[in-house]
T-cell receptor, first 114, second 115 residues
Framework: KQEVTQIPAALSVPEGENLVLNCSFTDSAIYNLQWFRQDPGKGLTSLLLIQSSQREQTSGRLNASLDKSSGRSTLYIAASQPGDSATYLCAVSFVNTGFQKLVFGTGTRLLVSP | DTAVSQTPKYLVTQMGNDKSIKCEQNLGHDTMYWYKQDSKKFLKIMFSYNNKELIINETVPNRFSPKSPDKAHLNLHINSLELGDSAVYFC??????????????FGPGTRLLVL
């Protein structure tokens, strides 16, 4: 059974800190892995998509890495800001279930305090 | 311009009622999805349509019936609502044909509360 797990479930940091969110998945045969952001009461916004052939993707202060063999991905946020406060979701498309289907992790709730 | 829109945004109803949620996307995508996010914030796929054809149907009670009148719309009808149906329902869309390179775009969600 393909599963996605995220740790920690919640994280609180002061503004300016660099931080790492973790995602692990049970099957290394994947099409891609994506990181989303969800603000309270809102929908999901895609942050980064890493294809199975890639090792990392960067967008501004965000960097996501992918290690398929160990079934892990990390989302690195540099110089965190209060506006980064949100829930971050990791989602994986597994080969066995097709690239149309995303399996989501349980999310990491991030609070960045001024 | 709203890319993926859902109506209504909030829905409060009594147990046993039948209700519908509508979704529209103006991105020109040909694949649309319905997800359910429960009280623990866990997001799980329910259905997916590609070019108006059902391609993903997870283990969902048959009280839930999706309908896609065209590529830009995917509606969700729920019969005989139960307390456990209370959740946030998200619609999403994606452009197929790009394989594993394309992400999904999500609507703002419909918050359903069954009393």
């Amino acid at each position: 059974k393909q599963e996605v797990t995220q740790i920690p479930a919640a994280l609180s940091v002061p503004e300016g800190e660099n931080l790492v969110l973790n995602c692990s998945f049970t099957d290394s045969a994947i099409y891609n892995l994506q990181w989303f952001r969800q603000d309270p009461g809102k929908g999901l916004t895609s942050l980064l998509l890493i294809q199975s052939s890639q090792r990392e993707q960067t967008s501004g202060r965000l960097n996501a890495s992918l290690d398929k063999s160990s079934g892990r991905s990390t989302l690195y946020i540099a110089a965190s800001q209060p506006g980064d406060s949100a829930t971050y979701l990791c989602a994986v498309s597994f080969v066995n279930t097709g690239f149309q289907k995303l399996v989501f992790g349980t999310g990491t709730r991030l609070l960045v305090s001024p | 311009d709203t890319a993926v829109s859902q109506t209504p945004k909030y829905l409060v109803t009594q147990m046993g009622n039948d209700k519908s949620i509508k979704c529209e996307q103006n991105l020109g995508h040909d694949t649309m999805y319905w997800y359910k996010q429960d009280s623990k914030k866990f997001l799980k796929i329910m259905f997916s349509y590609n070019n108006k054809e059902l391609i993903i149907n997870e283990t969902v009670p048959n009280r839930f019936s999706p309908k896609s009148p065209d590529k830009a719309h995917l509606n969700l009808h729920i019969n005989s609502l139960e307390l456990g149906d209370s959740a946030v329902y998200f619609c999403a869309s994606r452009k197929s044909g790009a394989g594993n390179q394309e992400t999904q775009y999500f609507g703002p969600g419909t918050r359903l509360l069954v009393l």
